[in-house]
């Protein structure tokens, strides 16, 4: 590490607050009543229903989510025997993990014990705090005899993470890796340097998915483990001892297929790469320096496949890929260990990972969506949101099937489901409209989407999903050798003229049509014929907007290039405003932790009149209703009830007369300031003669500017992935225009909703 790189890390643990973690309490502590349900005499409650029944822990205590990650600082990673203190940053690092990946809660414990029965006593007196005991960085081979003694005496899982979290990722490298290089696991000659919790369980698993015992030669800091060799030797690594009087790792790596290296920095040399089999498989692990670097390896031979356990590297096999989620499925049946059956199967959720497409997430984290199954990428990347879905059910299933499991879940679709919840926030609002949008497509419904900006790779990996879910059947306007380039070089399966329909905007025989039916509609708007067969070619959202309006498409999605405006302005054009519309205005939802709120107009109306928002408020309160919400409105300002002399606050109160004659039978109240509209609480105080109940969930705004910039802000505060919009009202067929900003998961939301727009029953 350099001198900048070394700085950035000590400030990133030093501020603003010392270390990375803290304990955030999950219930409201505000009143004297809250007082006395969180603690005495409430609390007592809670303790008497344990009494009576232990299991009830995992219902009033955070116990069945807690996994105590614990230590004794023995062998830290490549850091080697630093003592418990020193090891607390690492420890409070696994915590984070935990949390950011599986949403799995922490303490870390750092004890200074290093006799094994001690640190088994006192690690077996925190039974009644943990739903998990997570070992890590404890030193072989005492950690193979502190697991096994904790194992046998609670009656949680107990899992080293540095052997069992190790093994499985490794596991998968490795069989990816063998997949990738063509050859055989009954076949290879595996040596490795490191004799330790890693290495050895590394081998142990390996074994039992087909490697032979014969085929492996362990090395550590004495050399070879021979048969008969005295030191530094104990019963688990000899099992691994090789009848030979090879006595270096230098002779025994001759011809070998695999090097797997759990040991420390630097240890395998050039020239004992140079001497290894044909396309070897060399996974350096040692943490923070790997045995070798990549580019030492690359400069002696050019067919060797790397993996490091670094995130500056390729391929980075560490057990980050398995240890949040194998806790998440074993926690969430709970399972009263985690046993070989639960390792084997997250081995094949993670090796099976690598080989689908990549995903956006973590495209947008490592800069590059290129990564296809290859040597550059054997195993998926550690922010991969895909792994939880992936690997937390493949563990619990494992453990049901196993007999392991107390709180088996029923239905592992929908605990699948629900974990999708924890990946994308939009999940449990989709879910019912995904549903309602295949039945259209299995129904024969209105579902031919357009989507005018075919050649965008967010597109087309949404494309690919909707197809795959059967959502809609898209069109893509592109030119169709783009598209077959970008879809080989994403990875996708799209199949044109079959899974999609393509409109070529340099050629396609309908042309003709839709140029002349644009001139027809604007040439007494100044546009010559020229002009129109020019524009028609090179305006992708008029051509989109075109097919709509003569039936080529039921919908249209648009936005992903260009300004919200200039999207507009050819969709005005082509469809228009739905008849008796004045106006057009944009609504988004955001999905928040604590409520689901829409936000309206967004992009159109720079100061619209209170008949433009009173007719906005109407249709944005029946999108919601298509959405399966009930509206709950709140026309804001920043006068609340006539509190504040603004021409806002008269103008909104101008726009309720005009909606509650417009639609009477909806909950309508204004005007208010934000926090009166959100908090119930609030308004009762400030506003009691309102009307409204509850949390309003229809932000109605001013103008654009307020609702543009309370979206963004709203947004931004509440992380990624909780906008679904914008929804473009007002317009006479379902169009709807995205921005620059759209993800993959929007552009997916939003080609399901516009399929329920299309088949909206008129009413
Ligand atoms: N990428 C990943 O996900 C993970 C990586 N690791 C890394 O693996 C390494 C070992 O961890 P762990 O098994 O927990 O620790 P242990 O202390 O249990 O084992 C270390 C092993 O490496 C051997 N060793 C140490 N130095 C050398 C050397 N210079 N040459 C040859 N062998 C050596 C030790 O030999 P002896 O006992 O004879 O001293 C011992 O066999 C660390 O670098 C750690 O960071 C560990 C877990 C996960
Ligand atoms: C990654 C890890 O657990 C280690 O290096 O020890
Ligand atoms: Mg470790």
Same mark, same amino acid.
């Given at each position: 590490?350099?001198?900048?790189?070394?700085?950035?890390?000590?400030?990133?643990?030093?501020?603003?607050?010392?270390?990375?973690?803290?304990?955030?309490?999950?219930?409201?502590?505000?009143?004297?009543?809250?007082?006395?349900?969180?603690?005495?005499?409430?609390?007592?409650?809670?303790?008497?229903?344990?009494?009576?029944?232990?299991?009830?822990?995992?219902?009033?205590?955070?116990?069945?989510?807690?996994?105590?990650?614990?230590?004794?600082?023995?062998?830290?990673?490549?850091?080697?025997?630093?003592?418990?203190?020193?090891?607390?940053?690492?420890?409070?690092?696994?915590?984070?993990?935990?949390?950011?990946?599986?949403?799995?809660?922490?303490?870390?414990?750092?004890?200074?014990?290093?006799?094994?029965?001690?640190?088994?006593?006192?690690?077996?007196?925190?039974?009644?705090?943990?739903?998990?005991?997570?070992?890590?960085?404890?030193?072989?081979?005492?950690?193979?005899?502190?697991?096994?003694?904790?194992?046998?005496?609670?009656?949680?899982?107990?899992?080293?993470?540095?052997?069992?979290?190790?093994?499985?990722?490794?596991?998968?490298?490795?069989?990816?890796?063998?997949?990738?290089?063509?050859?055989?696991?009954?076949?290879?000659?595996?040596?490795?340097?490191?004799?330790?919790?890693?290495?050895?369980?590394?081998?142990?698993?390996?074994?039992?998915?087909?490697?032979?015992?014969?085929?492996?030669?362990?090395?550590?800091?004495?050399?070879?483990?021979?048969?008969?060799?005295?030191?530094?030797?104990?019963?688990?690594?000899?099992?691994?001892?090789?009848?030979?009087?090879?006595?270096?790792?230098?002779?025994?790596?001759?011809?070998?297929?695999?090097?797997?290296?759990?040991?420390?920095?630097?240890?395998?040399?050039?020239?004992?790469?140079?001497?290894?089999?044909?396309?070897?498989?060399?996974?350096?692990?040692?943490?923070?320096?790997?045995?070798?670097?990549?580019?030492?390896?690359?400069?002696?031979?050019?067919?060797?496949?790397?993996?490091? $356990?670094?995130?500056?590297?390729?391929?980075?096999?560490?057990?980050?890929?398995?240890?949040?989620?194998?806790?998440?499925?074993?926690?969430?049946?709970?399972?009263?260990?985690?046993?070989?059956?639960?390792?084997?199967?997250?081995?094949?959720?993670?090796?099976?990972?690598?080989?689908?497409?990549?995903?956006?997430?973590?495209?947008?984290?490592?800069?590059?969506?290129?990564?296809?199954?290859?040597?550059?990428?054997?195993?998926?990347?550690?922010?991969?949101?895909?792994?939880?879905?992936?690997?937390?059910?493949?563990?619990?299933?494992?453990?049901?099937?196993?007999?392991?499991?107390?709180?088996?879940?029923?239905?592992?679709?929908?605990?699948?489901?629900?974990?999708?919840?924890?990946?994308?926030?939009?999940?449990?609002f989709?879910?019912p409209l995904?549903?309602?949008?295949?039945?259209?497509?299995?129904?024969?419904?209105?579902?031919?989407?357009?989507?005018?900006?075919?050649?965008?790779?967010?597109?087309?990996?949404?494309?690919?999903?909707?197809?795959?879910?059967?959502?809609?059947?898209?069109?893509?306007?592109?030119?169709?050798?783009?598209?077959?380039?970008?879809?080989?070089?994403?990875?996708?399966?799209?199949?044109?003229?079959?899974?999609?329909?393509?409109?070529?905007?340099?050629?396609?025989?309908?042309?003709?049509?839709?140029?002349?039916?644009?001139?027809?509609?604007?040439?007494?708007?100044?546009?010559?014929?020229?002009?129109?067969?020019?524009?028609?070619?090179?305006?992708?959202?008029?051509?989109?907007?075109?097919?709509?309006?003569?039936?080529?498409?039921?919908?249209?999605?648009?936005?992903?290039?260009?300004?919200?405006?200039?999207?507009?302005?050819?969709?005005?054009?082509?469809?228009?405003?739905?008849?008796?519309?004045?106006?057009?205005?944009?609504m988004?939802i955001?999905l928040?932790?604590?409520q689901t709120v829409a936000?309206?107009?967004?992009?159109?109306?720079?100061?619209?009149?209170?008949?433009?928002?009173?007719?906005?408020?109407?249709?944005a309160a029946e999108e919601m209703s298509l959405l399966h919400l009930v509206p709950k409105?709140?026309?804001?300002?920043?006068?609340?009830?006539?509190?504040?002399?603004?021409?806002?606050?008269?103008?909104?109160?101008?726009?309720?007369?005009?909606?509650?004659?417009?639609?009477?039978?909806?909950?309508?109240? $204004?005007?208010?300031?934000?926090?009166?509209?959100?908090?119930?609480?609030?308004?009762?105080?400030?506003?009691?003669?309102?009307?409204?109940?509850?949390?309003?969930n229809l932000?109605?705004?001013?103008?654009?500017?307020?609702?543009?910039?309370?979206?963004?802000?709203?947004?931004?505060?509440?992380?990624?992935?909780?906008?679904v919009?914008?929804?473009?009202?007002?317009?006479?067929?379902?169009?709807?225009?995205?921005?620059?900003?759209?993800?993959?998961?929007?552009?997916?939301?939003?080609?399901?909703?516009?399929?329920?727009?299309?088949?909206?029953?008129?009413?």
């Open positions: 590490m350099n001198s900048t790189d070394r700085q950035a890390a000590l400030d990133y643990h030093e501020f603003p607050t010392p270390g990375k973690i803290a304990v955030s309490a999950s219930k409201p502590l505000v009143t004297q009543r809250d007082l006395a349900l969180a603690y005495t005499p409430g609390v007592a409650a809670a303790c008497e229903e344990i009494v009576a029944d232990p299991l009830n822990a995992s219902r009033f205590t955070a116990r069945s989510n807690l996994v105590g990650v614990i230590t004794n600082g023995t062998a830290v990673l490549g850091l080697g025997n630093i003592g418990a203190l020193a090891s607390k940053p690492v420890m409070e690092g696994k915590a984070v993990l935990f949390k950011k990946f599986a949403g799995v809660d922490v303490f870390d414990i750092e004890i200074n014990e290093t006799d094994p029965d001690k640190l088994v006593e006192i690690i077996a007196g925190l039974e009644p705090t943990f739903g998990g005991i997570n070992l890590e960085d404890i030193k072989a081979p005492e950690c193979f005899e502190v697991e096994r003694k904790l194992r046998e005496r609670m009656k949680i899982p107990v899992f080293h993470d540095d052997q069992h979290g190790t093994a499985i990722t490794v596991a998968a490298a490795f069989i990816n890796g063998l997949k990738v290089v063509g050859k055989d696991i009954r076949e290879v000659k595996v040596v490795t340097s490191g004799a330790g919790a890693a290495a050895l369980t590394c081998l142990d698993l390996m074994v039992h998915l087909g490697l032979p015992l014969e085929n492996i030669w362990v090395t550590d800091i004495e050399g070879v483990v021979y048969r008969g060799r005295q030191t530094l030797m104990d019963p688990t690594k000899e099992r691994f001892a090789q009848p030979t009087d090879a006595r270096t790792l230098a002779e025994v790596i001759r011809g070998a297929d695999v090097f797997l290296g759990l040991s420390a920095g630097g240890v395998l040399k050039p020239d004992m790469v140079a001497a290894m089999a044909a396309r070897p498989l060399i996974l350096a692990l040692a943490n923070p320096a790997p045995e070798i670097l990549p580019e030492e390896a690359h400069a002696v031979r050019d067919d060797v496949v790397m993996a490091t $356990g670094r995130s500056d590297y390729p391929n980075q096999v560490n057990n980050v890929l398995c240890f949040p989620y194998i806790f998440r499925g074993a926690l969430d049946v709970g399972a009263t260990t985690i046993n070989r059956e639960m390792e084997v199967a997250a081995v094949y959720a993670i090796a099976g990972l690598a080989e689908e497409e990549q995903n956006e997430v973590v495209a947008a984290a490592y800069g590059s969506y290129d990564l296809a199954f290859g040597p550059q990428y054997l195993i998926p990347k550690p922010f991969d949101p895909r792994l939880i879905v992936r690997i937390a059910p493949a563990v619990a299933k494992a453990a049901m099937d196993s007999g392991v499991a107390t709180r088996p879940v029923a239905n592992l679709d929908a605990y699948t489901e629900q974990l999708q919840q924890f990946v994308y926030h939009s999940g449990s989709m879910k995904f549903a309602a949008a295949k039945k259209q497509v299995r129904e024969g419904g209105k579902t031919r989407i357009v989507f005018t900006e075919g050649e965008d790779e967010r597109v087309l990996r949404a494309v690919q999903v909707i197809v795959d879910e059967k959502l809609a059947r898209p069109i893509l306007v592109g030119r169709p050798e783009v598209l077959l380039a970008r879809i080989e070089k994403f990875g996708l399966r799209l199949r044109l003229g079959e899974d999609v329909e393509v409109t070529n905007p340099e050629y396609d025989e309908r042309f003709h049509q839709y140029w002349t039916s644009y001139w027809e509609l604007m040439c007494r708007d100044g546009i010559t014929k020229e002009m129109a067969r020019v524009e028609m070619r090179r305006r992708l959202t008029l051509i989109g907007a075109m097919m709509v309006r003569l039936g080529d498409a039921d919908g249209m999605i648009c936005g992903t290039v260009g300004g919200y405006n200039d999207h507009l302005h050819y969709i005005d054009q082509v469809i228009g405003k739905k008849p008796g519309a004045a106006t057009y205005a944009a988004n955001l928040l932790d604590k936000l309206v107009d967004t992009h159109v109306n720079d100061n619209p009149s209170a008949e433009q928002i009173a007719e906005f408020t109407v249709a409105v709140a026309l804001l300002s920043r006068s609340n009830f006539g509190s504040g002399s603004s021409a806002s606050g008269s103008k909104m109160r101008e726009a309720l007369r005009r909606v509650r004659q417009l639609a009477p039978e909806l909950e309508i109240d $204004g005007e208010m300031h934000g926090d009166c509209a959100l908090d119930e609480a609030l308004r009762l105080k400030i506003l009691p003669m309102s009307t409204l109940k509850g949390a309003a932000l109605v705004c001013p103008n654009v500017d307020a609702g543009n910039i309370a979206y963004n802000l709203l947004k931004t505060a509440a992380g990624s992935n909780v906008a919009g914008p929804f473009l009202l007002g317009a006479n067929a379902p169009v709807n225009i995205l921005t620059s900003s759209a993800t993959v998961r929007r552009i997916i939301n939003m080609a399901a909703l516009t399929v329920m727009e299309a088949n909206r029953q008129p009413g």
